[in-house]
């Protein structure tokens, strides 16, 4: 083989290695093109995920700040009910209060108006017991019950606002509603006519 000959084989072994470096090459940027098509794919979605985050958290924002406004006007509203019943029951209170002076502060009133020769038929007739305003009269005496054995009446004394204790004597009226036997005590020593503080109805024979 002459040498012209070994050379051209040479050169095309050399070429032949060559062009499988290029394939391997192309290969890899091959690869590499489709990574970078991946990767370009998940930044578009990531950036889609991030815009839907953005409007969920803005959305999210508005419906807050909705409740919130909400629950600022239902406060406000539930104040200024709460006063509106508050300023009802202080003149309700009140209106009991002065709706009827006692017989000491109409005596003095009328007879501080009035002549002599009135003032003695006046003063006999403000001396007559009126009974108070009630919602009927009841008879019979209170009873000393221990508390678990009354059912579905009131678990509060109504003149100290204390709840009973279960076991502990209470007294039972004729009305059929509990209280304390030291406050009913108290309550019957400063009134004349004594009523149920819950009922209203007068108690008699006690």
């Known amino acids: ?72 006007v239902s406060m406000a509203r539930a104040g200024e009910m709460a006063m509106v019943i508050q300023m009802s029951l202080a003149d309700q209170q009140l209106h009991e209060e002065f709706e009827e002076p006692d017989d000491e502060l109409k005596r003095a009133l009328v007879l501080s108006q009035e002549p002599d020769d009135i003032k003695r038929a ?3 007739s403000l001396n007559q017991k009126q009974p108070p305003r009630s919602c009927g009269r009841v008879s019979g005496k209170e009873k000393v019950v221990e508390y678990k054995n009354v059912k579905n009446q009131n678990t509060q004394c109504p003149i100290c606002i204390d709840d009973f204790i279960s076991g502990s ?17 108290t309550f019957k020593k400063h009134e004349k006519v004594i009523i149920c503080p819950i009922c209203k109805k007068e108690l008699i024979d006690l």
């Not at 095309?12 to 192309?26: A, E, P, S």
């Not at 098509?37 to 508005?62: M, P």
């Not at 004597?169 to 005590?185: A, D, G, R, T, W």
């Open 1 to 72: 083989m002459s040498d012209s000959q070994e050379i051209s084989k040479s050169l095309q072994r050399r070429v032949t290695q060559l062009q499988d470096v290029i394939d391997d090459k192309q290969s890899e940027i091959d690869e590499l093109n489709l990574k970078h098509d991946q990767i370009k794919i998940a930044i578009i979605q990531s950036e889609a995920q991030l815009k839907q985050i953005k409007a969920d958290i803005e959305h999210f924002n508005k419906e807050r700040k909705k409740a919130e406004e909400k629950m600022r």
């Open 122 to 124: 006046i003063e006999l």
């Open 169 to 185: 004597e209470i007294l039972l009226l004729p009305c059929y509603h509990n209280i304390h036997i030291e406050c009913f005590k």
